[in-house]
Structure formats: C-alpha cells, structure tokens
C-alpha cells in the first residue's frame, strides 16, 4: 500500500503513521529525515539539499521529489510506504503523482485527519499551563501562538490537496477526534477495503514475542507431558481392568457350561433310573406271584 497521510499539526499523523508501520509492514517517509539522510549519505541529491540549506534557502520541489524518488527505490519500501509531510501543496502533488507513474506505481489512498481547531488550540494551551505548573521548559514551537500561524499555513497551502485527492477518488476522511483506538480502527477499515493486508508482520511479532513468554511455553510444555504420563499410566490400568472383566466373563461362561453340563448328565440318568427302578419292582412281583401258585 502506498498512502498519502494529511491533517494539520497535532491531528495525529505521527502517531497513525508509527501504528500502521507495525500493522502491515511498510516504511513512514518523512521529508524532514529524508533530506537529512540523503545529505548524510552524500547522495547527489543530498549534495544538491545541502548547498541549498547551507545558504539559508528552501530546498525546491524537484530536489525534495528526487530525495523521495531515491527513498522509494530502496527495498525495504517495495512493500509500500506512508508519506508523512509531503506533499504540501497541489504543485508537489502533481510532482509525485508524475514520479510514480514513471515508476509505474499507484497511490492507493490518501487519509486525512480531521480535526476542531478549536479543540488542538484548547489542548495545547491546558498542556502549556501543566507544564508551567510543574516548572518544566516548554518548547519555543509549543505554545498556542506558534500553533496558530501552523494551522493557518496548513489551511491556505494543504487544505487545496483535500479537493485535489477527492477529485481524483482517492480521499478518505477520518474523525481525528476520536481515542486513538477509535481512529486506527477508522483507518484500518478503510484501507480493508481497499485491498491492505496484514503480511507475515504479525507472525514475525509473534515469532519475536516467544522468547518473553518462554516461562509460559516451558509451563505448557511441563502440562503436556504430565497428561501424556497420566494417559500412559492409564492404559496398564485399563488392560488390567479389561483383564479381569475378560477373566471374570470367562469364569462366568465356564461356570454357565459345568451347570448346563451336569444338568444335561443329571436329565439324561434320571430317566434310566427310573426305568431301571421300575422294572426292578415289576419283575419282583411277577416272581411274587408265580411263589403264590
């Protein structure tokens, strides 16, 4: 995914940008680091930067455009990138919508944030007055005044790129004064729709995290095998239990068999002996009776 962040100061570019970085695997580009970077390396681009701070100016479009084009080439930005700070006005708009097309790439969104003024000028000034009552230095470009001449810069020369991106279908709006929670959820959904994906960064998290839970897999390793010993010892239970089940049914069966048998040989005699009894008692009285003649 390649995302344009926008929203005046204190919207909570940053803040998105570091979360969604994490979330699906792409790098924030911010023009401030860039052009350090590209002079820190000595770039020719970085050259070019670095004569032109080094005499007070502004560093033009074209330079800033070729800092970024330099940026994009490198590989941990193949998977996408979040553009924080740039561009600023419609002509820089033009400039990277001209670059990514020579390196037949597409934008994929640009989000905005937004946000009450009023509110940002409310809650920089409740924070001034904090910090004032603790005693701690409070920043030259952290007060209200300065805050206010930033949102003014932001409403007369960013604000025209939120009718620029909407024309082109590109724009979606967030409520950035929602919980933080709230407006990453906001994103998320947005960029779902429109084919983001969470890449192999969660596995990797994941993969990472092991080793701070490895007290829990040991624990878990140590519950496994005691339920595998406790199924183990189980089964010369269950054999010997099925043992004496079989033992006690084949005691019964042989049981069952010795009855039937001796009562078959008990049935079986005592018709013989009643027979045998009887013609004993008949042939004595016949012999009684031929006694008697």
Not at 195 to 211: D, F, I, L, Y
């Amino acid at each position: 995914m390649r995302i344009i962040l926008l929203g005046p100061p204190g919207s909570g570019k940053g803040t998105q940008a570091q979360l969604m970085v994490q979330r699906y695997g792409i790098v924030q580009l911010s023009t401030g680091e860039m052009l350090r970077a590209a002079v820190a390396a000595g770039t020719p681009v970085g050259l070019k930067a670095k004569e032109i701070m080094a005499s007070g100016g502004l560093v033009p479009d074209d330079v800033v455009v070729g800092i970024i084009s330099d940026r994009i080439d490198q590989p941990d930005a193949r998977n996408g990138f979040i553009l924080d700070g740039f561009p600023r006005t419609v002509p820089q708009a033009e400039a990277l919508d001209q670059l990514l097309k020579q390196k037949h790439l597409k934008l994929d969104a640009v989000i905005e944030l937004r946000v009450n003024e009023s509110a940002l000028l409310s809650r920089v000034e409740t924070r001034v007055a904090q910090m004032r009552e603790r005693g701690e230095e409070i920043r030259a470009d952290d007060t209200p005044e300065v805050l206010t001449k930033r949102l003014a810069s932001y409403r007369s020369q960013t604000e025209p790129l939120i009718h620029y991106y909407s024309e082109r279908r590109k724009l979606s709006t967030i409520d950035g004064m929602m919980a933080i929670d709230e407006v990453t959820g906001a994103i998320h959904r947005q960029l779902v729709a429109l084919g983001a994906t969470e890449p192999k960064v969660r596995a990797k998290s994941a993969a990472r995290a092991a080793p701070a839970k490895k007290g829990t897999k040991q624990s878990a390793a140590k519950a496994k095998t005691a339920k595998k010993a406790a199924k183990t010892a189980k089964k010369p239970a269950k054999s010997a239990k099925k043992a004496a089940g079989k033992a006690v049914k084949g005691t019964k069966k042989a049981a069952k068999k010795t009855v039937k048998k001796v009562a078959k040989k008990a049935g079986k005699k005592a018709p013989k002996k009643s027979v045998k009894k009887g013609a004993k008692k008949a042939a004595k009285k016949v012999t009684k009776k031929r006694a008697k003649r």
